[in-house]
């Protein structure tokens, strides 16, 4: 009730003819004794009030809605458990293809690069090339098949700049994987040293693309 | 009776004060009002910020009642998959708002523009988690009737039951600072 209104039902109040006047020493028969507080009785809660509008009663139970958030929940663990693996997949591809990069290094220098031509890193260098593949093609796997609860836009930030530059690897890998056997069918031409180095340039290529992928999920 | 009659004039003179003014209802103004949480991990900062705060305001007898919303989903980080990974871990589609309460002092000054700094008692109700605690709140108020409040508070995910998120097997650190710039008129 607005201040104006008391206002008027008090003045009204003062005009309008009065009851009888009680004599002094007695009690007005219609007087009501005051209500006694009871046990339940406890002080209003400060922070017990809402200011928007009541919330709908949802029913007891909703079975589609339930189902629903079952799904969500197996999908939510399920990408969570997938991410996991993703990550520790993915990191020790990065140091399997570092690995590789040396060996397929010293193998370069050691056939073209002023080495004794001894071949000694060429197994080990194709056998690690071999794991880091199966490895960059699992981890990439688990990261395109991880289910996604929550819908995500596309848009220009550090999770699109991971996913182009894993991209930019892949297409490394790819090229390598071709490039790697072909250099080698051309022993003892001079068209494998070109072959060989451009193997290399390519395999420095996908680990900076794959670092630089790794870095920008991770620090920004 | 005429005693009576004297005090109801009396009442009436002083109902007609400002001291019994009738309450104030204001409301946020989502388009220039945000949120942000910040939290740390070893290799990077999160900053997210949400602009689709709801609220609203009774300032009254000095004191405001303070009521707010926001949407779990609305948070931006800049960062898609960071904004997935905080909806699965707050479990967005269960808990899809944050709800604060506050009181506090909020007295109408004598002259505008005026700020004031005051501790409000705040209700936070987050991941289905109730807590309570006091916030420091700076309130500027532009005339009696528009007021910008701005406040900044530290909660733990734990405390919350949140499962912290993780990158590269490393827990983000378990204090989240939220703070939020809120501008209130009629």
């Known amino acids: 009730m607005t201040r104006a209104g008391i206002t008027l039902c008090l003045l009204v109040g003062l005009v309008a003819p009065t009851r009888a006047e009680v004599p002094d020493g007695g009690l007005p028969v219609d007087m009501a004794p005051a209500p006694v507080p009871t046990a339940e009785a406890k002080p209003k809660d400060d922070l017990d009030f809402d200011l928007f509008e009541p919330k709908k009663i949802a029913p007891a139970f909703d079975p589609v809605a339930a189902a629903l958030a079952l799904k969500l929940s197996a999908e939510v663990k399920t990408r969570r458990r997938v991410l996991t693996w993703h990550q520790g997949l993915g990191l020790a591809t990065l140091g399997a293809l570092a690995l590789t990069m040396v060996l397929g290094t010293l193998d370069y220098v050691d056939k073209f690069g002023g080495g004794d031509y001894t071949g000694k890193y060429t197994a080990a260098h194709e056998g690690v090339s071999i794991v880091a593949t199966a490895g960059f093609t699992t981890t990439a796997i688990l990261g395109l098949a991880a289910p996604t609860p929550y819908k995500k836009p596309i848009r220009a930030d550090s999770a699109l700049a991971h996913k182009v530059l894993m991209g930019v690897a892949a297409a490394c890998f790819v090229a390598n994987l071709i490039l790697g056997p072909i250099s080698a069918s051309k022993e003892g031409t001079l068209l494998q040293r070109d072959l060989a180095g451009a193997h290399v340039g390519i395999g420095f290529g996908s680990l900076a693309a794959m670092t630089a992928g790794w870095l920008a999920f991770v620090i920004k | ?186």
């Open chain 2, 1 to 186: 009776m005429s005693f009576i009659r004297m005090i109801v004039v009396a009442v009436a003179l002083l109902l007609t004060s400002s001291a019994f003014a009738d309450p104030t209802q204001l409301k946020v103004v989502t388009a220039k009002s945000t949120a942000s949480y910040h939290l740390v991990h070893k290799m990077h900062k999160v900053d997210a910020t949400s602009k689709k705060v709801d609220g609203k305001a009774i300032l009254t007898d000095g004191k405001a009642q303070v009521m707010i919303r926001i949407p779990v989903d609305s948070f931006d980080s800049d960062n898609v998959n960071r904004d997935a990974h905080m909806k699965e871990t707050v479990e967005a589609a269960t808990y899809p708002t944050i709800e604060l309460k506050a009181v506090g002092p909020a007295a109408t000054p004598a002259s505008f523009p005026s700020t004031v700094k005051s501790t409000f008692k705040v209700q936070l109700v987050f991941h289905g988690v109730k807590q309570l605690f006091d916030a420091p709140v700076e309130i500027t108020w532009t005339s009696a009737t528009e007021v910008s409040a701005t406040t900044s508070f530290k909660i733990s995910l734990d405390g919350y039951k949140v499962e912290r998120p993780s990158l590269m097997f490393i827990k983000v650190d378990d204090e989240l600072v939220l703070d939020a710039k809120l501008l209130f008129t009629p």
